[in-house]
């Protein structure tokens, strides 16, 4: 008989079912003949997404803490989130310093009104986190770090727009960091004694925020809102 899935190879495994999409929106993004014009808004956008990160992570932590008496996969989330937290201060500094580069001043920067799409992806977490399970957000987070873009990709880039190359700092990093973070990801979930409702709320997150990065990465494009969304 086969041996039953690990809890990481079964989200993995849901994630594969959507990614494609979010793949090919990506990489008509990275691919698009003004994509020299387009990259400071992609960075905007991602450090609106970014900024929330630790924020988040605290409120689910906290969230996490409050079950871990009575609730072992909380505590174990909880005790994961303490871990990775540290990993990911200072990253949206990374975003305004990679913006700088590009001649945006990050006063004006966090001036502006973030997109909905990134209000829509961060928010959500919140809800899943507070009204669902803390454990919910380990299916956002294995999206975001589970398919950086490559380095050698990033190369090619910054060789075809011809922009500075500190201007993708932040990107470069994380594809050496991500493989990394994917796999403590990885690691803590399997070690977690998951229920099928713990399985089931990890998927659905997931699907949710592979469809919020795709619409992003579409809209940033300029691709229609129905395109977007997925309809064809």
Not at 20 to 42: T, V
Not at 69 to 87: G, K, N, T
Request: hydrophobic share 50%.
């Amino acid at each position: 008989m086969a041996s039953a899935l690990r809890h990481s190879e079964r989200l993995n495994g849901k994630i594969g079912l959507v990614i494609s999409g979010l793949n090919q929106a990506s990489l008509d993004f990275w691919r698009h003949p003004r994509i020299a014009e387009l990259y400071p808004e992609l960075l905007f956008n991602i450090h609106c997404v970014i900024r929330a990160s630790v924020p988040l992570m605290e409120t689910a932590r906290r969230a996490a803490l409050d079950l871990a008496v009575s609730d072992a996969v909380a505590a174990q989330v909880a005790a994961y989130l303490e871990r990775h937290i540290p990993e990911e201060m200072h990253h949206d500094e990374w975003l305004l310093d990679d913006l700088r580069v590009l001649g945006k001043d990050p006063a004006e920067v966090l001036k502006r009104v973030p997109p909905v799409a990134a209000a829509a992806l961060v928010g959500s977490q919140y809800y899943w986190t507070l009204h669902a399970h803390p454990v919910a957000i380990m299916g956002y987070l294995a999206v975001l770090e589970g398919n950086p873009p490559s380095a050698p990709f990033l190369e090619e880039v910054i060789a075809t727009t011809g922009l500075p190359r500190e201007a993708f700092r932040t990107y470069l990093k994380h594809a050496l960091l991500d493989p990394h973070h994917g796999a403590e990801l990885n690691a803590a979930l399997d070690a977690m004694p998951l229920t099928e409702q713990h399985s089931a709320l990890l998927g659905v997150n997931a699907f949710q925020t592979v469809g919020a990065l795709q619409a992003m990465f579409r809209e940033l494009a300029g691709q229609p809102a129905a395109q977007a969304a997925g309809v064809r």
